[in-house]
C-alpha cells in the first residue's frame, strides 16, 4: 500500500457523483449509496469487518490482541459539498483503511482495536445536518432532524427508508464513548500554510467555533414595471444589503470570518419584486467569545435592516459548535510520527478554520488530527482540490507509526 494507491481510490471514489457535470455526493443519494458500498468493500480487502450502522455509517473493525480491547476511532465523512473537491474527508476514511491493510499485511494486531469510520453526512449539504452522523454515533440522534427536507421536498425520514435504514431505529447509531482509547483524524489542510512553508504533513492544535443559519427574509412581490421605488419592501435587495452587513462585522480581523453561500429567490421571476429570499450564514472564530459577540452584531444589524425596508427576518439555527482543542498528549504522539517517518523537526503544528467530526467526537474522548498538505495553492471546497501521491504516502506512513506506538493506558486526559 503506497501514496498512488491512496490517490487512486480517491480519483476513484469521486466517480460517484449526483451530478455527471461535478462532484457532489450528498446524504442518501445513489452516488453516496454506491460509495458507502465501494468503502465497505475496500475495508473488508483490508482485513476489517464491516458494518452499516443506523445513520448510514460504514465502519470497518480490525480486532486487537486481546479480546475486550479499547478501540481507536478513525475516520471522516464521505459525502461533499455541492461542486466539491474529491480529497475533502475522504482521504482520512482511506488512509485508514490503507493504514489497516498495511497492519493486515504484517500480520500485527494492537494493543487497541481499530474502526475506520465512513461518517455519511459531515457537509449537511441536503438537509441542513452538519455533523448528522457522528453526532449520532457520538451523543445519539436527534429525532426532530427526521422532518428536514431537501429542496425537492423529501423528508430525512422518507430519505433513510429509501436507503433501507429505519428512521425508528437512528438511536442504535450511539456508541458507548467508554470503549474508545481516542479518535484520530486525517483531513487535508484546506488552506494554503503548509504548502507556503513546504511542510507535507501537519498537527492540528485546535479547530474553531462555527455557528450557521438559514434566514427567510419576506418582503412583498409585484410587478417590476408598476411598483415606485419608494414604495417597495424587495426581499432580495434587502438581503444584498444583509450580506455586505455580514461581510463588513466579519472583516473586523484575527479568525473570524463570515459567508453566505446560499441565496435563494423563492419564485425568481425577471419581471416580479422578490417577495422571499432564503439564504445562509457561516460565522467562524477561534474563540467563542469572538464568534458570539459577531452573531450578536450581525444579527442587530440584520434586523435594522429589515425594520428599515419594511421587510419581515426569521432564522433559525442549524449547526452550532464550540471551538475544540486537540489533546494535547494525541499532539505530541502525531508530532512524533510525523518527525520519524517525514523528516520534519519540529513537526508544524497549526490551528484548522475549518469544522471536522472531530469536533464532535471531543465531546466523548481525547481527539487529534493531521493536516496534509492541499496543492493548487491550498484551494479546498473547489474541483480544483488537490493532494500528491507524494504527500499522501507520508500520510501513510506517519499513520501507520502512530497506531503501531498506540496503547490503552493513554485514557482521556493523559499527559495534560
Not at 210 to 219: D, E, L, P, S
Request: one cysteine or more; charged letters at 25%.
Amino acid at each position: 500500500m503506497d501514496g498512488a494507491e491512496i490517490i487512486a481510490w480517491a480519483q476513484s471514489l469521486g466517480r460517484h457523483s449526483d451530478s455527471p457535470e461535478h462532484y457532489t455526493r450528498t446524504l442518501f443519494t445513489p452516488a453516496h449509496q454506491a460509495a458507502a458500498r465501494q468503502l465497505a468493500d475496500w475495508m473488508r480487502a483490508a482485513g476489517m469487518t464491516v458494518r452499516v450502522d443506523a445513520v448510514g455509517n460504514v465502519i470497518g473493525r480490525y480486532e486487537g490482541a486481546e479480546p475486550g480491547a479499547k478501540t481507536l476511532l478513525m475516520g471522516s465523512h464521505f459525502d461533499s459539498v455541492r461542486n466539491g473537491g474529491k480529497y475533502d474527508g475522504v482521504l482520512g476514511i482511506l488512509l485508514g483503511i490503507g493504514c489497516v491493510a498495511e497492519l493486515n499485511r504484517r500480520g500485527e494486531r494492537l494493543p487497541v482495536a481499530i474502526e475506520v469510520a465512513g461518517f455519511s453526512d459531515e457537509e449537511g449539504a441536503r438537509f441542513q445536518t452538519s455533523f448528522f452522523s457522528s453526532r449520532a454515533m457520538a451523543h445519539g440522534f436527534d429525532t426532530k432532524l427526521l422532518d428536514k427536507r431537501d429542496a425537492a421536498g423529501v423528508t430525512l425520514a422518507d430519505a433513510m427508508r429509501e436507503v433501507g435504514l429505519d428512521p425508528a431505529r437512528v438511536a442504535e447509531a450511539r456508541i458507548d464513548p467508554s470503549t474508545l482509547a481516542g479518535y484520530v483524524e486525517v483531513h487535508i489542510e484546506q488552506g494554503p500554510v503548509l504548502l507556503n512553508e513546504g511542510h507535507a504533513l501537519g498537527v492540528v492544535t485546535s479547530i474553531a467555533a462555527g455557528a450557521k443559519h438559514m434566514i427567510t427574509v419576506t418582503g412583498e412581490a409585484g410587478h417590476a414595471g408598476t411598483v415606485p421605488m419608494p414604495l417597495r419592501h424587495d426581499a432580495l435587495a434587502a438581503t444584498a444589503e444583509m450580506v455586505l452587513a455580514i461581510e463588513r462585522r466579519c472583516s473586523a480581523g484575527g479568525s473570524l470570518v463570515g459567508t453566505v453561500g446560499i441565496v435563494e429567490v423563492k419564485d425568481g421571476t425577471g419581471n416580479v419584486i422578490p417577495g422571499e429570499v432564503r439564504f445562509s450564514i457561516d460565522v467562524r472564530a477561534g474563540e467563542k467569545e469572538t464568534l458570539d459577540k459577531a452573531r450578536d452584531d450581525v444579527f442587530a444589524e440584520l434586523d435594522a435592516i429589515a425594520r428599515r425596508r419594511g421587510v419581515r427576518l426569521e432564522g433559525n439555527r442549524t449547526h452550532d459548535v464550540h471551538p475544540v482543542a486537540c489533546a494535547p498528549w494525541l499532539q505530541d504522539r502525531i508530532s512524533a510520527s510525523i518527525e520519524r517517518t517525514a523528516g520534519a523537526r519540529p513537526a508544524r503544528r497549526l490551528p484548522s478554520g475549518a469544522g471536522h467530526d472531530a469536533m464532535v467526537m471531543a465531546e466523548v474522548t481525547d481527539v487529534g488530527m493531521m493536516f496534509v498538505r492541499c496543492g493548487a495553492g491550498g484551494v479546498s471546497h473547489n474541483p480544483a482540490e488537490t493532494v500528491s501521491r507524494e504527500d499522501a504516502g507520508l500520510a501513510l506512513a506517519a499513520l501507520v507509526d502512530l497506531v503501531r506506538g498506540f496503547t490503552p493506558l493513554q485514557q482521556r486526559g493523559a499527559g495534560q
